[in-house]
C-alpha cells in the first residue's frame, strides 16, 4: 500500500482565517481524494482531485470554501477558507489503490480546531 | 435515507465472544462493499473487501446480498485489539465517471476481558 503523510498533523486556528493542509505520497497515484471527518460523525467526500484538471467537488462543497490543488502525481493540497467553528474537523486525504481502484488508503488525517 | 445504515452501538461483548455488524445500503447501483475499521483518533483503514459469494479473512467474514442490499461482518473469537469503530463502506460509480466511497457513521466495539 502507499504511504501517505498530511501535514499539519494539528493546528488551532482563528475564526476567519485560512488553512493549507498538504497530503504526501510516496508513489505516484492518478486520483487524490479529500474528505472531512466532523466529530462523531463518519466520512464526507470533499472532491475529487485529477492531476492536471479541475478537482470535482461534491454536493455541500465549494472550490471557494476548499479550494484544492494538484500540482503532480505524488502531491495535493487542500485549504479550508475563512473558517468558522463549524470547520472544526478532521480532514483527510486517501489515494486508491493500485490495481484496485475501488479501494483506498487514508493519510494520518489533520485535526482542525477552529475558535 | 442514509445511502449507508449502520447500528452505532455501542457493542460490548467480553473476550473469546462472536459479534455479528449490520449494514444496508440504498444505492442498488453499488459495485463494491468494504469493511474499514477505525481506531480512536486514528485514519480508517481497509480490513477486507466483501464479495457475493461470502470471504474469510482469519477470526473475520464478511457476507454480501445484492438482492437484499444487505453486508455483515463476523468477528470470531474477539480479541481486545478488536476494539474499534467498524466503519461499513460502498463504493458507487457516479455519472461522472468517477468512483465514490460512501461511508456508514460506523459500529463501535468494546471487547472487555
Known amino acids: 500500500s502507499a504511504v501517505i503523510s498530511q501535514k499539519p498533523s494539528r493546528d488551532i486556528c482563528q475564526r476567519g482565517t485560512s488553512l493549507t493542509i498538504q497530503c504526501q505520497v510516496d508513489?505516484?497515484?492518478?486520483?487524490m481524494f479529500w474528505y472531512r471527518q466532523q466529530p462523531g460523525q463518519s466520512l464526507t467526500l470533499i472532491a475529487t482531485?485529477?492531476?492536471?484538471?479541475?478537482?470535482?467537488?461534491e454536493s455541500g462543497f465549494v472550490i471557494d470554501k476548499f479550494p484544492i490543488s494538484r500540482p503532480n502525481l505524488t502531491f495535493s493540497t487542500l485549504t479550508v477558507s475563512n473558517m468558522s467553528p463549524e470547520d472544526s474537523s478532521i480532514y483527510l486525504c486517501?489515494?486508491?489503490?493500485?490495481?484496485?481502484?475501488?479501494?483506498?488508503?487514508f493519510g494520518p488525517g489533520t485535526r482542525l480546531t477552529v475558535l | 435515507r442514509k445511502e449507508v445504515e449502520q447500528d452505532p452501538g455501542p457493542f460490548n461483548v467480553p473476550e473469546g465472544a462472536t459479534v455479528a455488524f449490520n449494514c444496508t445500503y440504498s444505492?442498488?447501483?453499488?459495485?463494491?462493499f468494504f469493511w474499514y475499521r477505525q481506531d480512536c483518533r486514528k485514519e480508517p483503514k481497509l480490513l477486507m473487501s466483501?464479495?457475493?459469494s461470502g470471504n474469510e479473512d482469519g477470526r473475520f467474514t464478511a457476507q454480501l446480498n445484492r438482492a437484499s442490499q444487505y453486508i455483515s461482518l463476523l468477528i470470531r473469537d474477539s480479541k481486545l485489539s478488536d476494539s474499534a469503530t467498524y466503519l461499513c463502506?460502498?463504493?458507487?460509480?457516479?455519472?461522472?465517471?468517477?468512483?465514490?466511497?460512501?461511508f456508514g457513521t460506523g459500529t463501535r466495539l468494546l471487547v472487555s476481558p
Open positions: 463502506v460502498v463504493n458507487t460509480l457516479m455519472n461522472t465517471g468517477f468512483q465514490k466511497l460512501v
Open positions: 486517501s489515494v486508491e489503490r493500485p490495481g484496485r481502484g475501488d479501494e483506498q488508503f
Open positions: 482531485a485529477n492531476q492536471g484538471s479541475e478537482a470535482t467537488y
Open positions: 508513489s505516484q497515484v492518478t486520483m
Open positions: 466483501v464479495y457475493s
Open positions: 444505492n442498488s447501483a453499488s459495485q463494491s
